[in-house]
Structure formats: C-alpha cells, structure tokens
C-alpha cells in the first residue's frame, strides 16, 4: 500500500502513458499537477529535461538512460514504465543491442544513480568527449530529475498501475 496516496486530495498514482505531453493526467487521476506544491512540480520536472535528451540521445537511447538510471535507482515504477516503451518497440528490455558508445551512454547513466554522481573520470569522460558541456549539462539534470522521481517513488511506495504490472522487471516481481 502507499504511504502517501493523495496529495491537496489529488490521488497520485503510477501511469502507464510514455508521452510526457500527456503524463499530467490518466483516468482523472492526477499524477503531476500545476495545482501541487511546488517541490513536486521540481521533482516532475525530468520530463522537460526527457525531452531534450531525446533531442541529442535519439528516442530509443534516451528511453535506455531513463531505463537505466530508474533501475539503477531501484525504482519499480518508472523502471516498468521506461520497459514499456522498449517492449512496445518489440525490442526485449533485457536484451537490448548496443554499441560500444551507447553502452557508455547507459553505463554513465548507471554510475550516476548508483554512486549519487561521484563516478570515475574514464565513464565521465567516455561520454564527455562525445558531447558539448551544454548537452552533458542536460544528461545531467535529467539524470538528476530522474533520480529525484525515483527517490520520491520508493520512498512512498507508490502503487503500480495495472497496465505496468507486466513490465517490472522479473528481479522485483516477487516483491508485488
């Protein structure tokens, strides 16, 4: 059960929608609303930033870096949701093709969750020498912003929506 379920007595609930333009609302209950406090609207605030990952990343490799760092963050909810999309583009999440520099993109992505951004210069600078310090910037306050979801997921337990429930990944399937 969620530790918190509603919030201004707006329901918070896990969606099962990918298209950030339409993650504001699913079934009229409200996940990130402009009427929440402002704190809330600053954790939310990674689908900005998803958005221009997507720009400079490419959609399936900005989908693998959300993937990545939400399991990484140990995030059921959004881990099941970056899942979708890559089930949804009949590619196996768990095993996905990857070249040597995307893998670098995720392996980057990874560290950051894991190791609350203290990484080893060589995965920093696999990926900084293919970037400009704008677009590292961006990779960086998404994967921050992403993390931040994350944290807030876990914390109150937010319940997985049905039409997830089948792309958890198999480690956490005994945990529902």
């Known amino acids: 059960m969620a530790r918190i379920s509603t919030v201004n007595g707006i329901k918070i ?10 993650y504001a609302t699913v079934n009229n209950d409200v996940f990130c609303p402009e009427t929440l406090s402002k704190a809330f609207q600053n954790i939310t605030a990674w689908s ?16 693998l870096y959300g993937y990545t760092i939400s399991k990484s963050s140990n995030c059921i909810q959004l881990s099941a ?3 979708k999309q890559i ?27 894991r190791h609350n951004g203290n990484i080893a210069n060589v995965v920093y ?5 293919r970037f400009s310090e704008k677009e590292m910037i961006v990779l960086i306050t998404f994967a921050a912003q992403l993390i931040a ?17 089948p792309y958890v990944p198999s480690v956490w399937k005994t945990s529902l």
């Open 81 to 83: 949701l970056f899942r």
């Open 13 to 22: 609930v896990s969606v099962d929608s990918f298209n950030p333009t339409e």
């Open 125 to 129: 600078n696999s990926i900084a020498k």
């Open 48 to 63: 900005e930033f998803y958005q221009q990952v997507q720009v400079i990343l490419g959609e399936r490799l900005a989908c």
């Open 149 to 165: 979801l994350n944290v807030f997921h876990n914390v109150v337990e937010t319940e997985i929506d049905e039409a997830l429930s």
């Open 87 to 113: 089930a949804d583009w009949s590619e196996n999440p768990d095993k996905v093709s990857l070249s040597k520099e995307d893998q670098q993109v995720l392996d980057f992505g990874c560290a950051v969750a």
